[in-house]
């Protein structure tokens, strides 16, 4: 059976529908579950709780801090991060060992030093053969040579030099002589002491002079091979009023290479070795002739002052220059010593 459609009454116009419209009511807030409620009263005790305890924490440290200004003296007390499980037992360390006083190193005698030089006897009738007028004194000439021994101490004391070369410009001019007869000279100055070394390699003679025959070779020295204080000799006790305070280095041996020797640093070594252990005031150089070799030009900067002996008669001007000019302007010139002069021409005495 075919359903028949409804049909609606249609609303006239202008009528008024007889059920009222309802108004829409507000929307109702959501109500938070029970357990955020208790979450949120939790967290809020958890924040009033850590501000009591960071007021708690200030209030300790500022009464702290009022204790440890009131103390004499502040300790710091240290606490370990994980408690200790088991304690160990204290083991006190042994004190250290108390360190062994330092034995402060003796001080250098110089006297001591010159006491233990081997010594040789003075013949004054060979010091009179080879003209050393200083040991007997009665040659006049003799004080010619105390003159210069006073002139050239002040000349080293006034400049703080120590160490003399004595050269000649050409051969038998009397520069061994000379140096033998300054050391005894120097010997009887009491405050002074001397030391004399025969640096002539090529052709030595002081030990011809003084009569030593057990002279050693001083080219050993130079080079380190003996101590100086072994190879050095001093005057023995003698009647010739010299005094002990002369120190000489013979040397019984020819050396080929005294040129290169001198220039070696070990020639240097030695002389500083003789300086520390002597602490000689003067130190005098018997060197070879300045115009044969290159002895003397080698030997330059050992030496501080120069003493030239010309040979009366057979040493010309041009020679003195030539041995000036050698070795230079700057080399301090204590004087030209005249040797083997007529006595009426005593005054070419030069120093």
């Known amino acids: 059976m075919t359903e028949q459609p409804k049909f609606q009454r249609r609303k ?26 208790n979450a949120l009263l939790a967290e809020k005790e958890a924040l009033l709780q850590r501000k009591a305890a960071l007021k708690a924490e200030v209030a300790r440290k500022k009464a702290q801090a009022t204790q440890v200004s009131e103390r004499p003296a502040p300790t710091v007390t240290t606490t370990d991060a994980k408690p200790r499980t088991k304690s160990r037992p204290l083991v006190l360390a042994s004190p250290p ?154 040397n019984g041996m020819v050396e080929p290479y005294a040129a290169e020797l001198l220039q070696d640093p070990a020639t240097e070594k030695a002389l500083q070795r003789i300086e520390k252990s002597l602490e000689p005031d003067v130190m005098l150089f018997d060197l070879p002739p300045a115009l044969l070799n290159d002895d003397v030009l080698a030997m330059r900067p050992h030496f501080d002052a120069l003493l030239i002996v010309a040979g009366g008669g057979t040493t010309r001007a041009n020679d003195i220059k030539e041995t000036e000019r050698r070795l230079g302007s700057t080399v301090p010139l204590l004087g030209v010593i005249l040797n083997k002069a007529d006595q009426s021409e005593a005054g070419d005495y030069a120093y």
Not at 15 to 22: I, K, Q, S
């Open 12 to 37: 006239r116009r202008g009528a008024v529908d007889d059920v009222p419209t309802p108004t829409p009511k507000a929307p109702k807030k959501a109500t938070p579950p029970r357990k955020d409620i």
């Open 97 to 250: 060992r108390p360190k062994a006083p330092k034995t402060p190193e003796p001080k250098h005698d110089p006297e001591a030093v010159w006491s233990q030089l081997d010594r040789f006897a003075l013949n004054p009738k060979r010091l009179a053969k080879h003209n050393v007028i200083t040991a007997l004194r009665e040659d006049p000439a003799h004080t010619r040579f105390d003159i210069l021994r006073t002139r050239m101490l002040q000349a080293l004391a006034e400049n703080g030099w120590r160490r003399v070369a004595i050269t000649s410009p050409t051969k038998d001019c009397g520069k061994t002589f000379t140096a033998a007869n300054l050391a005894i000279s120097l010997s009887r100055h009491e405050t002074c002491r001397t030391v004399l070394l025969d640096l002539d390699m090529r052709s030595p003679s002081l030990h011809k002079i003084f009569g030593v025959s057990d002279c050693g070779v001083i080219g050993d020295m130079l080079r380190g091979e003996i101590s100086p204080e072994r190879h050095l000799q001093g005057f023995a006790n003698n009647t010739i009023s010299a005094g002990s305070h002369v120190a000489i280095g013979f």
